[in-house]
Structures are given as structure tokens and as C-alpha cells.
């Protein structure tokens, strides 16, 4: 990206940021049919925790102290450990295009956190932009029309909400830790504690599931396991931020809402997901309503 501007800079890896996320949903809903949730967070995380490793290694970034180190890297138990954990789940029962788009909610979900954490008060265009990005949401998932609900289970939707919701207060605690650590430690130290709780949680798994342990059956399912968990979470994040260097929050959270237009894109070429009319009508106006809050500033915290 030599010769960009910082801005410039800035919105590219936003948008870079939203492609990885939006492709890497698509790749662990296709993963789901082969391998259960926890061993996917597991098998995701551990490919990109190295990768983040090596990164660091390289360019020889120092971690900081303990202390320093401990005020942050537990709240990666939030995210990615119960964020993507539910998510995964959720995943299992519903579309790809249709979680992504749920996650948008989370610029809502940040001022709603923030207002029972931090006391923040919402502005009057928040309240009214955030009843017409969730009509929205309600059209584009279907709950209106049985038919248009078809493979949005109650429990997927309800558990996607659920980890967006676990992002948003990730989001907002993290805001509240001044740091000077390089973002890349950051997030490899959170990574590394989330791949440590989705271990613990791994013996579970393999006890409720009917058939066990369960990995990866051949390399092509390798391969997009641990893809899917590069381009997700040592990516992605790190794409983020670097954008949140270079351009403020608002400005890059803006552009992390075309998540769900290219999750919705990709799903519909790889998983022929296919929505009606109405259906992308809703989505139109959720992902507008979503970046007009993000816009506003109301997120910032």
C-alpha cells in the first residue's frame, strides 16, 4: 500500500477486514457439515494463533509485562472464545448470508451495552435509526413469512444475537483499557486465552456428540478449517486493526457493515443461498440504518 494515504490506508483494510470476515463465515458454514463447533473453534483458532506467533516473532514486537498483559489478554474469552463459540453454533442452524447480516446489529448492540455498563444516554436518531435497522432485520431473516424463515432456525438466530451481543460488551471493556502495547500482541494474546478456553470446553463436546471425536476427514477439509480460521481471526483482526490506526472508529466500523454484502454475495454463489425480493429489500435497509449509527458516532466510546 505504498504510496496511499493514511486514510486511504485506513479504508482499504476496513474493507479487506469485512471481506475476510464475510468469506471466512461461508467457509466455517461449509466446515460445519464435517466438523462440530467446538473442534472447528479449536482446529480455527490454532492455525491463526500461530500465524499471529510468527508475526510477532518476526517482527520482534515486545509482548510487555505480565501485568500488562493479563489487563487484556482475558478478554479474549469474550472475543473470539464466546462470541465465535455461539456463533458456530448458531451457525449450524441457519444461513451463512443471514449471520452475517445479524452481526451488523452489533453498532446497536455497543450503544445498548454501553447504556447499562457505562450509563451512556442514546441520542433520539439512534433509538429511531435502531427500530428501523431491526424492521429491517426482521424482514431480511424471514420471521415474518414461514417460507422466507427456511434454514434460520429459532435457536441459530437466537444464538447469533447472543454472540454479537458478547462482541459489543468485548468491544466496550476493551475500550476502557488505556494500552500501549502493538495491536498484533494484543491480539495473539487473546486469541491464545480463546484457544485455551475452547480446549477446556473441547472433552465436552466429544462426550455429548453422538459420534465422538470428530476431525477433519481429508486434507480439502483441512484446508478450508484452517483457512477459514486464518482469514477469520488472524486476518481479519489484524486488517481491523490496522484500520483503526490510520482512520477513526466510526469511519471503520462504517465499512465493516458490507460484512453481510459479502457474506450474502459469497454465500449465494458457494452455498446457493438465495434470498426474495423483500427478504434483500430488509437487508438494504438494516445495513444502511447500522451504518448511518456507526456514522453518527454513537458507538464511539
Given at each position: 500500500?505504498?504510496?496511499?494515504?493514511?486514510?486511504?490506508?485506513?479504508?482499504?483494510?476496513?474493507?479487506?477486514?469485512?471481506?475476510?470476515?464475510?468469506?471466512?463465515?461461508?467457509?466455517?458454514?461449509?466446515?460445519?457439515?464435517?466438523?462440530?463447533?467446538?473442534?472447528?473453534?479449536v482446529l480455527q483458532l490454532a492455525g491463526s494463533v500461530v500465524v499471529l506467533w510468527l508475526v510477532v516473532r518476526v517482527q520482534r514486537v515486545s509482548s510487555g509485562s505480565w501485568q500488562e498483559i493479563a489487563r487484556y489478554a482475558w478478554l479474549g474469552v469474550l472475543e473470539p472464545g464466546l462470541a465465535y463459540l455461539f456463533g458456530l453454533i448458531g451457525l449450524t442452524?441457519?444461513?451463512?448470508?443471514?449471520?452475517?447480516?445479524?452481526?451488523?446489529?452489533?453498532?446497536?448492540?455497543?450503544?445498548v451495552v454501553s447504556v447499562v455498563i457505562l450509563r451512556v444516554v442514546p441520542t433520539g436518531?439512534?433509538?429511531?435509526?435502531?427500530?428501523?435497522?431491526?424492521?429491517?432485520?426482521?424482514?431480511?431473516l424471514g420471521l415474518l413469512n414461514s417460507g422466507e424463515a427456511a434454514g434460520n432456525g429459532i435457536l441459530g438466530i437466537t444464538l447469533m444475537f447472543l454472540a454479537t451481543a458478547v462482541?459489543?460488551?468485548?468491544?466496550?471493556?476493551?475500550?476502557?483499557?488505556?494500552?500501549?502495547?502493538?495491536?498484533?500482541?494484543?491480539?495473539?494474546?487473546?486469541?491464545?486465552?480463546?484457544?485455551?478456553?475452547?480446549?477446556?470446553?473441547?472433552?465436552?463436546?466429544?462426550?455429548?456428540?453422538?459420534?465422538?471425536i470428530a476431525m477433519p476427514q481429508s486434507a480439502k477439509i483441512w484446508t478450508l478449517v484452517l483457512v477459514s480460521g486464518i482469514i477469520q481471526y488472524a486476518l481479519g483482526f489484524s486488517l481491523y486493526m490496522r484500520a483503526l490506526g490510520c482512520i477513526s472508529a466510526n469511519i471503520a466500523g462504517s465499512f465493516l457493515n458490507l460484512t453481510p454484502?459479502?457474506?450474502?454475495?459469497?454465500?449465494?454463489?458457494?452455498?446457493?443461498?438465495?434470498?426474495?425480493?423483500?427478504?434483500?429489500?430488509?437487508?438494504?435497509?438494516?445495513?444502511?440504518?447500522?451504518?448511518?449509527?456507526?456514522?453518527?458516532?454513537?458507538?464511539?466510546?
Open positions: 500500500m505504498k504510496g496511499l494515504s493514511s486514510f486511504q490506508v485506513g479504508i482499504s483494510t476496513a474493507i479487506l477486514a469485512a471481506l475476510c470476515w464475510g468469506t471466512a463465515t461461508v467457509m466455517s458454514k461449509s466446515a460445519l457439515a464435517d466438523v462440530p463447533p467446538v473442534s472447528l473453534l442452524d441457519m444461513k451463512a448470508g443471514a449471520a452475517t447480516l445479524i452481526q451488523s446489529s452489533e453498532a446497536i448492540m455497543i450503544v436518531r439512534f433509538l429511531i435509526l435502531s427500530v428501523v435497522a431491526l424492521a429491517g432485520l426482521i424482514i431480511a462482541a459489543a460488551i468485548y468491544v466496550v471493556l476493551s475500550s476502557r483499557i488505556a494500552l500501549k502495547t502493538s495491536p498484533i500482541v494484543i491480539v495473539a494474546w487473546q486469541q491464545t486465552v480463546a484457544l485455551v478456553f475452547a480446549l477446556i470446553l473441547l472433552p465436552a463436546e466429544w462426550l455429548l456428540s453422538p459420534g465422538g454484502v459479502f457474506g450474502l454475495g459469497i454465500a449465494f454463489v458457494f452455498l446457493d443461498e438465495v434470498m426474495t425480493p423483500v427478504q434483500l429489500v430488509g437487508t438494504a435497509v438494516t445495513i444502511i440504518a447500522v451504518m448511518a449509527i456507526s456514522l453518527s458516532g454513537q458507538t464511539q466510546h
